[in-house]
Every structure is written in structure tokens, then in C-alpha cells.
Antibody, heavy 114, light 111 residues
Framework: QVQLVESGGGVVQPGRSLRLSCAASGFNSSDYVMHWVRQAPGKGLEWLAV????????FYTESLNGRFTISRDSSKNVVFLQMNSLRPDDTAIYYC???????WGLGTLVTVSS | QSGLIQSPSASGTPGQTVTISCSRPTSNLGGGYFYWYQQFPGTAPKLLVF???RRPSGVPDRFSGSNSATSASLTISGLRSEDEAIYYCSTWDDSQAGRVEFGGGTKLTVL
């Protein structure tokens, strides 16, 4: 079964860092472009980042201003999102998604609060 | 980077046909195919339509998509109470420099 499972969310203080993981199963994630998307409470969907098949190229939404980094470990079939200098407005459910618009994981909640 | 534009709300009665629209700024005509998602409270978005008008397996043919270069529509025929959800349009550019854009979502109420 093709599936994505995000993990690594939690409560973190402003200014701290967090690394999210997206574990793929049922397919080889290194055959696909992979994305991260987030959804703040009560808000719409916001695309964050994309990484190429081989991990050599990554692109981000401009508003992140270099605070987040997407990467992948093909040997473990995992995609990561390193989030630095977190702010309260980064509070959201973070989803990973495969190219072609699906599947998505169930998401992991990140809460940035002191 | 301009987002996609959706009306915030739509409504219909059971059995009706409802159309939800999405427009793309002309500055973003190279933004890839249109996709449509359905989201219920507390759940992840579910893909309904991709590549303008194709449906993943398991999505009823009551859901259909159409598009032009600058806009897209999701049509739901035979509206049911369980269709009450938020619907998002999106464009997916899966080139290796690909970006994704989302509309603000349309809350569909089944009266």
C-alpha cells in the first residue's frame, strides 16, 4: 500500500529547531519529486518546499527566508524538513506529499509556543 | 508568487449540481495542471481531480473537472450531504524545479 507517514512534530519554543520526517512505504520515494505542505489552524494549505528525485535540487516558498531545508535519505526512503528559527506563525499541521498530488500523509502537528 | 483565487463559499441542496471555480493570475500561466482536493475537518486533503480532469481510482464520477489556461472548475453532480467539505484548487508543477500553489479553499455547504 502506497503510504506516507510524517513524524517529528511537537511543541517547541520560538527560536528553536525541529526536524520532521516523512517515511514512504509501498513505493521508492527516490523515484519521485517530494513536497512539504502545511496548514495553520483554521487556515488554508500552504506549499513549502520541493526536492528533486536525487536530492540535488530543492526549492522553497519565498516566505520561509531560508529557515527551512528539505532533504532526503533514499537509503531509508525518508524525506526530511529541517525547520530553524521557528516562530509562532509556523504553528501548523505539516504534510508531505508525492509528486502528482498524492498521496499525502496524515500530517504532524507543530506548535511553536513559549 | 500569486495564489489561486477561489470564492470562499458555495452551497446547494441534495441532488443539485454545484460548480466551484478557481482562477489563476495571468502572470502564472506556466504553473502546471489544475488539481482539486476535498478536506473534511481534522483530516488530510484528499485528491479528487488531477491533471485538469482525471480522477484517482475510488473517486465517484459525480466529481469532474474542467479548465482553461487561466481557470478551472470542479463540478459536483447529484450533491449529497456527505459532500459538505472544503474544496481546494491547486496547481502542481512536478518538474524538478516544481512549485505548488493552492487556492484559499471553498467551503461547500449542503443545505
Amino acid at each position: 500500500q502506497v503510504q506516507l507517514v510524517e513524524s517529528g512534530g511537537g511543541v517547541v519554543q520560538p527560536g528553536r529547531s525541529l526536524r520532521l520526517s516523512c517515511a514512504a512505504s509501498g513505493f521508492n520515494s527516490s523515484d519521485y519529486v517530494m513536497h512539504w505542505v502545511r496548514q495553520a489552524p483554521g487556515k488554508g494549505l500552504e506549499w513549502l518546499a520541493v526536492i528533486s528525485y536525487d536530492g540535488t535540487k530543492a526549492f522553497y516558498t519565498e516566505s520561509l527566508n531560508g529557515r527551512f531545508t528539505i532533504s532526503r535519505d533514499s537509503s531509508k526512503n525518508v524525506v526530511f524538513l529541517q525547520m530553524n528559527s521557528l516562530r509562532p506563525d509556523d504553528t501548523a499541521i505539516y504534510y508531505c506529499a508525492r509528486e502528482g498530488g498524492a498521496p499525502w500523509g496524515l500530517g504532524t502537528l507543530v506548535t511553536v509556543s513559549s | 508568487q500569486s495564489g489561486l483565487i477561489q470564492s470562499p463559499s458555495a452551497s446547494g441542496t441534495p441532488g443539485q449540481t454545484v460548480t466551484i471555480s478557481c482562477s489563476r493570475p495571468t502572470s502564472n500561466l506556466g504553473g502546471g495542471y489544475f488539481y482539486w482536493y476535498q478536506q473534511f475537518p481534522g483530516t488530510a486533503p484528499k485528491l479528487l481531480v488531477f491533471a485538469h480532469n482525471r480522477r484517482p481510482s475510488g473517486v465517484p464520477d459525480r466529481f469532474s473537472g474542467s479548465n482553461s489556461a487561466t481557470s478551472a472548475s470542479l463540478t459536483i453532480s447529484g450533491l449529497r450531504s456527505e459532500d459538505e467539505a472544503i474544496y481546494y484548487c491547486s496547481t502542481w508543477d512536478d518538474s524538478q524545479a516544481g512549485r505548488v500553489e493552492f487556492g484559499g479553499g471553498t467551503k461547500l455547504t449542503v443545505l
